[in-house]
Nanobody
Framework: QVQLVESGGGLVQAGGSLRLSCAAS????????MGWYRQAPGKQRELVAH???????NYADSAKGRFTISRDNAKNTVYLQMNTLIPEDSAVYYC??????????WGQGTQVTVSS
């Protein structure tokens, strides 16, 4: 079992920044993939950024150049630094973790609201 605790969401003005964190705990041997997804009202959940254990990353086109995903393997934590936020970034952001190659886990979600 993997438990995920997210933090860092909130309300910010357009052009501002937020940093999301997601810490994993529980009974597992190793964490493989980690990532962030988001879901806006009336829309499907979409990938924002993804990072594998070796550190390689990939981003949605909408996040490239503005968002940075990183991970601290010692702390089993993944971060999403979001800069130059725009109202279209408003959504519930979900942390995703895959552990031991078979445990797929989602965080509870954290609201990000960007005001214009």
């Amino acid at each position: 079992q993997v438990q995920l605790v997210e933090s860092g969401g909130g309300l910010v003005q357009a052009g501002g920044s937020l940093r999301l964190s997601c810490a994993a705990s529980g009974s597992f041997f190793s964490i493989n993939d980690m990532g962030w997804y988001r879901q806006a009202p009336g829309k499907q959940r979409e990938l924002v950024a993804h990072i594998i254990s070796g550190g390689s990353t990939n981003y949605a086109d909408s996040a490239k150049g503005r968002f940075t995903i990183s991970r601290d393997n010692a702390k089993n934590t993944v971060y999403l630094q979001m800069n130059t936020l725009i109202p279209e970034d408003s959504a519930v952001y979900y942390c995703y973790v895959r552990a031991d190659w078979t445990l797929n886990c989602w965080g509870q979600g954290t609201q990000v609201t960007v005001s214009s």
